[in-house]
């Protein structure tokens, strides 16, 4: 299985732009943000960093977004015992229409979904699948009503770090790319890459963890289980590590930008899901796929028995330690979802 392959970019969700969220199984507390500035014994001083945090408020979002172009907020409303409010931004860049779902505003969001329509009608569940796999993402799913779209989610229950918004932007710069053709992005990158995000920084965050660095990283894994860092290639660092007895392999990205150097923007946990009885075959898997939060599935094409698991995680300018423990929980938890492809239940 080609790891290298199956790079960023692998949040998959169910439904956006008809306005459906789906609950996440086992999902970390939607309770207020921590506060960022205690200090925590268990850290390292070698391993922290000081960074400056995003906000994180329906209106920070907004200005993020309109550094890009137009944007504006939407309808917002309050699912019952939810704890906050659920915005809707839409945005435009060159001419092509996203949106980013804000979940449990209150009044910062602890939930981020961002979205891109594909307009490529005619893809059925097996061009889906090579489409994701070749572009290294899982992030083009089909709704319900047959729209095609490209998402990208992420759990922000304590507050990313500014430069942290600024690559989930990126990421949604690279796959509008990916979509829609080069030159159609390259104005907007430019812009980002000169003005940065359009919003004042919230209050400075201590005690966070660098993990964007691999050692950094390979630290905090080892304190969970075995891992052991494979560096044969420095520009692609891995960590190899067995999560409840799963061989889960995270890989590093973004660690060559000058946005974000000497440490790596994003962590991919991805891990292989051997089926006992052969292909479950890309229908299945795009029907998981719908019913996925945060993480997504995909199949090898050389090894159709193979459906490969990832879950994409934005670490630039490092996070706090409660997000580090809620991702490797929501991993475990995507892990547990997903045991039932490895120990043949949807086999037949």
Known sequence: MRIAAFGASLGVTLLLLTIVSTPLAAEP??????????????????????????????????????SLGAAELLQAYRPENSGGENVF???????????????????????VSFNLHVDEPDLDAEAINRWNFERRTAGV??????????????????????????????ILLEA??????????????????AQ????????????????????????????????????????????????????TFIAFYGCGS?????????????????SPCGPIGADRVAQLNQRTRYGGLVIDPADPDEVILGLDWVVAGGVHRQMADGYFGLWRSLLRQHRAIAEGSLCG
């Not at 960022?36 to 995003?54: C, G, M, N």
């Not at 509008?176 to 430019?190: F, K, M, P, R």
């Open 29 to 66: 507390s939607r309770g207020d943000a921590p506060d960022v500035q205690a200090d925590d014994p268990q850290v390292a001083p070698s391993i922290e960093t000081v960074a400056y945090l995003f906000r994180g408020e329906p209106q920070h979002w907004l200005a993020a977004a309109e």
């Open 89 to 111: 931004l839409r945005g435009d860049i060159e001419g092509f229409p996203y949106v980013v779902f804000l979940e449990f505003c209150d009044p910062a969001c602890k939930r």
């Open 141 to 170: 799913i089909e709704n319900d009503n047959g729209v095609l779209l490209w998402k990208f989610e992420q759990v922000t229950e304590a507050p990313p770090t500014l430069l942290g918004a600024h690559v989930m932007f990126k």
């Open 176 to 193: 509008h790319q990916n979509l829609h053709g080069d030159a159609i992005t390259e104005a907007a990158h430019s812009l980002v890459d």
């Open 196 to 247: 940065g995000l359009r919003s004042p920084p919230h209050l400075l965050g201590i005690n966070l963890l660098k993990m964007g660095d691999p050692e950094t990283a390979l630290a905090f894994l080892r304190a969970k289980g075995p891992a052991e860092l494979n560096s044969a290639d420095p520009a692609w660092p891995m960590i190899i590590a067995e999560i409840d007895g799963v061989r």
């Open 258 to 274: 000058a946005l974000t150097a000497p440490e790596c923007s994003t962590l991919a946990f991805v891990t292989i899901l051997k």
